[in-house]
């Protein structure tokens, strides 16, 4: 077969009310290939409001929160060696509607910019949440972030509010992509899990005012020893820039700063680190029952 050929007779049974179309593409100068690879700049994400995940534990993480899958590109050469859960993914995304691409190593390696790219990689619509749905219950806990700057600590970040049960992180200000390739990649799949929010300074302020939890920043000057609060509250964790720390402003918003106690010479903890900290220190009890 030759490049966009359509493959629709491999196209496997699935609840076809609106069936996804299967094309093959071999070669990485294709024009759909190129709007795929295109997804690696925010400004495409923004445009589209799609973002892509890489490797099949992801993309079925996706499909399994019902998050939209608009394009699955899959190696044509791992179908055409028998792999069960590829086949089976291939069925689920053609059946949801999604368009299916059978793709070169050649074409997935361009999409991802990688030698040893995975076998299957998904496009799938990115979900933001209002900050008007976050709404906190007693013992719950969220995370706001001041200006995060790394995709890295931020998918770190999602990573570990999924793992201790937050109910949303909070991105105030000037903050990284959530929907960055690095990021997902760090999140491990919480990308799916974690309600993500983003608002600007005087949005989140505003909203801070019908707040009715406790707000507890964390800051290398904090008075209070982080293990000191109650964390029975309803509490958003207030965590800061890689560099600058919590800005005048927000830290002036929160009800009590806090710090974790440093024994060496480092100056501070990376920010992810500290919020991992912070979160499983607010949920212990939760965590322990
Ligand atoms: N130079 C920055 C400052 O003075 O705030 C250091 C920022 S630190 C790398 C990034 C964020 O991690 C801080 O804003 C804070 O939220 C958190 N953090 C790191 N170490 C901490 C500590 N020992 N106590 C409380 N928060 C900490």
């Known amino acids: 077969m030759t490049d966009d050929t359509n493959a629709s007779q491999r196209r496997a049974a699935g609840p076809l009310s609106a069936p996804g179309r299967i094309k093959e593409i071999a070669s990485a100068a294709n024009p759909i290939v190129k709007d795929i690879r295109a997804l690696s700049q925010k400004r495409h994400r923004d445009e589209t409001g799609l973002f892509l995940v890489e490797g099949l534990k992801l993309v079925l993480d996706g499909l399994d929160a019902g998050w939209e899958l608009a394009t699955l590109v899959v190696s044509k050469a791992a179908l055409q ?70 995709p890295g600590n931020l998918g770190t970040i999602l990573r570990t509010a999924d793992a201790v049960g937050a109910k949303s992180v909070i991105l105030v200000g000037d903050c990284v992509d959530p929907f960055s390739l690095e990021t997902v990649r760090a999140t491990m799949g919480s990308i799916f899990a974690v309600p993500v929010v983003r608002a600007k300074e005087a949005e989140f302020l505003a909203w801070r005012q019908g707040f ?25 964790l207030f965590m800061g820039n890689e560099q600058a720390g919590l800005s005048a402003e927000m830290a002036g918003t929160c009800d009590l700063l806090v ?31």
């Open 212 to 236: 009715s939890g406790q707000i507890v920043g964390t800051h290398m000057t904090g008075a209070v020893d982080y293990r000191t609060p109650d964390y029975a509250a309803a509490t958003l």
């Open 81 to 150: 060696g028998g792999s069960e859960v590829l086949t089976r993914v291939v069925s689920r995304a053609v059946g949801i509607g999604a368009d299916v691409i059978e793709a070169s190593a050649k074409v997935l390696e361009a999409i991802a910019r990688r030698d040893n790219p995975q076998s299957a990689i998904g496009v799938f619509r990115r979900r933001l949440t209002p900050l008007s749905k976050v709404a906190l219950a007693s013992g719950e806990v969220a995370v706001a972030l001041d200006r995060v700057r790394d």
């Open 259 to 289: 710090r974790i106690p440093q024994a060496g010479r480092a100056d501070s903890l990376n920010l992810a680190v500290a919020t991992g900290v912070m979160l499983f220190e607010a949920r212990r009890k939760a965590l322990t029952l």
